[in-house]
Each structure stands twice: as C-alpha cells, then as structure tokens.
C-alpha cells in the first residue's frame, strides 16, 4: 500500500503530460491531416524559453511562463507558412507523408540548434512549486498538484474554445470537411495557421510543466512526443476526448509495469498492448473507419 | 525493352564503370573509406525506397532491420565463432522473419500509423538494448551484456580479407560492399518490373482501384516489406563485418534521418535516387563538417525540409524535368505516356 501511492501519483501526473502533450498533436491531426514530428522539439523549446527568462535573465515568473506559450505558437506558425503551406499547395495527395519526412527535419535542426546554443549538459528548471501534500499517508509534492490542475484548465479551455467560440467552429468545421467549410466562407489558410499557432503554444506549456519534474536536455521532447503519438493512435488519430483518455489510462500501466517490472519494460509492455488493440480495431479505440472517396 | 529500362541499363553501366575505376582513381584510404560508407546508406535508402516509394508504405523501421542484420550478424560471431561468410546470411534471414512479425503486427494500418508504430518498434529496440545491464557472460574482468548493452559488439571477427590482402584490405572490403550494392540494385529493379511490383505500385497510386481488380493489400505489403528487410538485412551484417564493430546509435534518429534525407535528395521513388542522394549527402557532410562539425545535424535537417519543400521529386526528378523540357515536343508526349519509374 506504501508503495501503490506514489506509483499512483507519477501515473497521473505523467498521464495528464502525456495528455497534453495529444492535445496539441491531435488538434493539428484533426484539421489538417498533418502528423508534426517538430511537435518533441517544440516542448523542448518551450522549457528552454522558460529556463532562458527566468533563471539566465532574471525575469518574474510570469513572465517567465508566458514565454514558452509564444515561442511555441511563434514555431508552430513558422512550420506552417514556410513548411506545410508549400506542401499542401504543391501536392495535396501525398501531403501526409510528405509533411511527416519535411517536420521530421525540421525536428532535427531546432533539437539541434538547442543543443548548439545551450549545450548537452542538463539544466534543472527553475520555476517549480516546493513542499508536498500529505493525504493519508500519500505524499504528493505541489508541482505535481500544479501540473494535473494546469493541464486540467488548459483542456477545459481548448474544449470551450472549440465548442463555443467562432474560432473553434471554423477549426471544426475545417476538420469536418475542407471544401465545404471553404465554399461556406471559412477563411481555412488562416484556420490552419491558427491550429498550429495553438498546438505550439499548447506545446509550449507542456515543455515547460515536463522539464520541471525531469531535467532540461535537448531531447527533453522526444519521449513525451513518441508516448503523445501512440496515445493518439491508440485512441484513433485526430480524437481529442479518446487521445485523453487514451493518456491517463496508458500513463498509469506503465506506471504500474515500470514499478512491477522494472523501469526498462514499460514502454516495451504499453507498445505491444497498443499493437494488440490496433489489430483488434486498426482505426483505433474511438475511431470511426473512415470513408474514403478514391 | 522500354526506354525507361534503357535508361536504368545505361545508368547502371555507368555506375559500374565508376565503381570499378574508383581504387584507382581514389589515392587515400580514407576516400575509399567515405565511399564503403556512402554504398552502406545507398544501399538501405534504396531499399526504403522500394518500400516507400514503389509501394507506397511509409515505415520509419528500416535502421531497425539494418540493427537486427548487423546484431544478429556481431552475435552470432561472438557467442558461436560463426564466420562472417556464414553469420551474414543467416542474419539477412533472420531480419526477413523479424520483418514479417512487424508487419503482421503494423501493416494491417495504412499510412501515418504505419510510420508511428514502425517508429515505436526501432524506438523500443533502443532503449531495450542501452538499458540492457545484466550479464550474460563475462569477458575477463569485464561483464557482457547479451545485446552489448550501450558499448555494442566489437571483436567478433571480419570478413577475412585482412589475412589475404594485408595493408590493401580496405580495397577487398569496398569490392565486397561495391558488389552488394549493385546486386541490391539489380534486386530491386527486377522486383519493380515483376507482377509483384506492378500490383504494389498500382495499390501506391490508387488503393481503391488496385484492390477492386483482386489485388490484397495486406499481402502484397507485406511481401514487399520482407523483401526489403533481406537486403537491408545483409547491409547491416556486412556493416557490422566490415567495420567489426555494431553499437546501437545505427538505431539513432539522426542515422534514420540521413537515409530518409538521401531518398528524398536523390528523388523519392526513382531507381537511382538513393545513389545520387547518397553521394550528394556524404559529399554535403564532407562539406559541413569542414565548415565546422557541430552544424553538421542542424544542416543536414535543413536540407531534408528545404529538398521536401522546394524539389518533391529530387535531384533525378529536376533533371528529368530539365530533359523532358529539352526534348522536341513530338517526343515528349510519347514519353509522358510511358513515364511512371
């Protein structure tokens, strides 16, 4: 029972992570049908934005948390006017495999201009809450209390931005059917740019709230990004309830597997269960076949 | 034999010409060195070509295969004293039975899933390999994991061409390597121009009207995936052979990257590609690193999304462009309709 605390803690704590960082992919799965490999580097960039204003710089930390939010949707803008604008105008068919090699790269270069500029040596962030909580007998430290209570508004935010506001509607209505929502008057370059603006600043965050349990390095995107994808998959690309779910429950079986089997069988364990759950459903848990027109 | 065929033939002469002149042209060792490295990425980059580009499956696992070929190779050397002659082999078998349990479990999806699990697989194979601590033997003082852990294998013996040919056993090895290659090559245009290939390009261009004329999906990917894996397979064992040593940062995203780079350089889908890619690649790199090592990563991942972006179909695809515009007109209509590798 000593030991079930904790585990249950880091499984939530990472899932509402892992969560996050879905958002942010599916979000931009879902209205363009882009799978962004720069979504690792843009959490890793975030957390440097953070650590650069308030531990280099000296900034408040406000300031400080607002930074990674717009570097992230500045990034995440730049992807899409000089990355998948081109590709979707040039060759709209092969779009969805072109923009996953093109990110890919684009990936590379920002993981590694990190590491030019700040080095491999890891840094430790610096905006984090100190002390714990005591609950019957279960200790759970603030920043952990912190990051589920930040993740939990940031999604009740993304919900009600979708559903209620005129910017959501168009977003959906892209994502539902690009033509129709053109012909219709949605301004759907301008939609997409807004969805990667938002995915980056979503990114952002994360890198940040990431980095404050962990270390900053310049791979600090890599594992949540790789995780973040198979929670998408997992769920069916593009579900954005499905994806969160997806998160918290898979997050808390590798908890539970790395605890039980040992740190390095996690990942292996969650992969295969992933794997069996795509053979038994190949578009995933909540996804719908989709009807394609050929 | 069609003009396209002519075209590889001429192609494939001229590669030959220059891959023999090379020992002779070529005074340093080290030259020769960069070129052995340059036929080992040709040679995977092709293969993910006949894969991505001909079939139209988007894997991210082909350093996985290329892995499992150069370990399975190292470990069978090292465990059993088996020859390298007799471990390459067995190990590119090896990698055709592994392929087809990934596939099985990957290629039932379609598309971006394929890339992410297939992502995930050579991701796992990582970590299980560098977290790796137990020991399986030891080795004097010294303990030895069962996968070499993150050091890798070294001393597991060699191709044999140091005791033949002494100081010149670097030209031995390119010939090896300079053979594979083009056997590769042959392979994968004899698998394009066979029924096979024909029903995996017609599922790449229209899945819906490849599977309505009876063609299985599933199948046929799956035979081309295996197919792919032999050669990537015995790349990697020889690899590991010719450089008698295999570790596990060929499982690197950065190494993954640089193949993918070199078939989109090269032109996605075009029979040569990953060999003009490869060449302008190793020759950038050169490059890059004489400008200064450390920007070598940043470049190389500037130049896969700028080549994505501004030229799709790759340096092969801008010249054959050139040389459609070039050619009178008559002819150009006669060449658009057979057009197509």
Redesign the interface.
């Known amino acids: 029972m000593e030991i079930l605390g904790p585990v249950l803690v880091a499984g939530i704590t990472t899932g509402a992570l892992y969560a996050l960082a879905t958002i942010g992919l599916s979000l931009v799965?879902g209205a363009l049908g882009m799978?962004n490999m720069a979504h690792g580097a843009l959490l890793t960039i975030g957390g440097y934005a953070a650590f650069t204003l308030a531990t280099l710089l000296g900034a408040p930390w406000p300031v400080a948390v607002l930074a990674p939010v717009a570097v992230g949707a500045l990034i995440g803008a730049a992807i899409y006017l000089?990355?998948a604008q081109?590709?979707l105008a040039?060759?709209p068919r092969?779009f969805?495999?072109?923009v996953?090699?093109?990110?890919?790269?684009?990936?590379?270069?920002?993981e590694?201009?990190v590491l030019?500029i700040f080095g491999g040596q890891p840094f430790g962030q610096s905006i984090a809450l100190p002390g714990h909580l005591q609950a019957g007998g279960i200790f759970v430290p603030w920043q952990n209390v912190l990051i589920v209570a930040v993740v939990l508004v940031l999604m009740a935010a993304t919900a009600f931005f979708l559903a209620r506001t005129r910017a959501g509607r168009a977003i959906r209505a892209t994502a539902q059917h690009r033509e129709a929502a053109q012909l219709l008057g949605v301004p759907v370059g301008r939609v997409y740019l807004q969805v990667l603006a938002l995915s980056g600043g979503i990114a952002g965050t994360c890198g940040l709230l990431v980095s404050s349990i962990t270390q900053l390095s310049p791979t600090l995107g890599?594992d949540p990004m790789?995780k973040a994808?198979?929670m998408c998959?997992v769920a069916g690309?593009g579900n954005l309830p499905g994806a969160i779910g997806a998160a918290f429950v898979l997050a808390l079986i590798e908890a539970f597997a790395s605890y039980g089997l040992g740190?390095?069988w996690g990942?292996?364990l969650l992969?295969a269960i992933?794997?069996l759950v795509?053979?038994w459903r190949?578009d995933g848990l909540f996804g719908r076949a989709a009807v394609?027109r050929? | 034999m069609s003009r396209a065929d002519r075209g590889h033939l001429v192609f494939g002469l001229i590669v030959l010409a220059a891959l023999a002149a090379l020992p002779f042209v070529a005074d340093s060792r080290y030259v020769l060195g960069q070129v052995i490295l340059a036929l080992f990425y040709a040679i995977v980059a092709s293969q993910w070509n006949l894969l991505?580009g001909f079939a139209g499956v988007?894997s991210l696992g082909q350093m996985a295969l290329f892995a499992f070929g150069g370990y399975a190779t190292a470990m069978l050397g090292f465990y059993l004293d088996w020859s390298m002659w007799l471990a390459m082999p067995m190990a590119a078998v090896g990698t055709v039975l592994f392929s087809l349990i990934i596939g099985l479990?990957?290629l039932?999806?379609a598309?971006?899933?394929v890339?992410?699990?297939t992502?995930?697989?050579a991701?796992?194979m990582y970590?299980?390999i560098v977290?790796?601590t137990d020991c399986f033997v030891m080795q004097g003082a010294t303990c030895r994991q069962f996968t070499g852990g993150a050091v890798g294998f070294a001393r597991f013996g060699d191709l044999g061409t140091r005791a033949i040919f002494k100081g010149d056993y670097v030209v031995a090895n390119y010939a090896i390597v300079a053979a594979l290659f083009l056997v590769t090559m042959g392979f994968t245009w004899a698998m394009i121009r066979s029924p096979l290939g024909l029903a995996f390009q017609a599922l790449r261009d229209?899945?819906?009207?490849a599977v309505a004329r009876g063609i299985n999906r599933f199948s046929t990917q799956l035979l081309v995936f295996g197919a792919s894996a032999f050669f990537t397979g015995l790349a990697g064992g020889l690899y590991a052979a010719h450089f008698q040593a295999i570790g596990p940062g060929v499982l690197s995203?950065?190494t993954l990257?640089f193949i993918?780079?070199i078939a989109?350089v090269g032109g996605i889908g075009k029979l040569w590609g990953p060999l003009v890619g490869a060449v302008i690649l190793v020759l950038a790199d050169e490059a890059l690193r004489e400008v200064g090592g450390?920007?070598r990563?940043?470049g190389?991942?500037?130049?896969?999304?700028?080549a994505?972006?501004l030229m799709?179909k790759g340096v092969i695809g801008l010249v054959e462009g050139v040389m459609a515009r070039l050619r009178p007109a008559s002819g150009r209509a006669t060449e658009l309709a057979k057009s197509g590798t």
């Open positions: 799965w799978l000089l990355v081109p590709l040039r060759a092969s969805e495999t072109n996953i090699i093109a990110t890919f790269g684009v990936a590379i270069a920002l590694n201009a030019l890599a790789l994808f198979i998959v690309l740190a390095r990942f292996p992969l992933v794997i795509l053979i190949p394609r050929l | 991505f988007f479990a990957c039932r999806l598309g971006a899933y890339a992410l699990l992502l995930a697989v991701q796992v970590l299980l977290t790796d229209n899945p819906g009207c995203l950065s990257m993918i780079a989109v450390e920007y990563t940043l190389l991942g500037l130049i896969i999304a700028a994505m972006v799709p």
